[in-house]
């Protein structure tokens, strides 16, 4: 009886089975790598050439793709991941405001 009771118990309430956690498989980011490089040659081969507005665009833009690929790749903590997210930010927005300037530079300015 108790063996019967026991069956229907398991087919009425079923054992919830956690699923393993798996740990998060980072890709090797070739792209972004390819990306870094290409901009950091840039930078150092046109560097004489640039204005100032220029300069500060690519280091913006290599400093938002570093701290891109250390949050995607470094184990950091929350608080650092935190202040690594916000550099990040604040980089691709100076990125956005520099191209934004250097557009109007060159395409309305007298």
């Not at 998060?24 to 930078?43: A, H, N, P, R, S």
């Not at 690519?58 to 935190?82: G, P």
């Amino acid at each position: 009886m108790s063996t019967k009771y026991r069956k229907i118990l398991k087919k009425l309430q079923p054992k919830e089975k956690k699923p393993k956690e798996k740990p998060e498989k980072v890709g090797k980011d070739y792209f972004l790598i390819v990306i870094m490089m290409v901009t950091i040659v840039f930078m150092i081969l046109g560097w004489p050439y640039f204005e100032t507005l220029n300069r500060g665009l690519y280091l913006t833009l290599t400093l938002a793709l570093v701290t891109t690929y250390i949050r995607r790749h470094a184990k950091l903590t929350e608080k650092q991941d935190y202040w690594i997210e916000k550099v990040s930010q604040i980089s691709i927005g100076l990125s956005i405001v520099f191209f934004a300037i250097l557009a109007y530079y060159q395409h309305f300015a007298d």
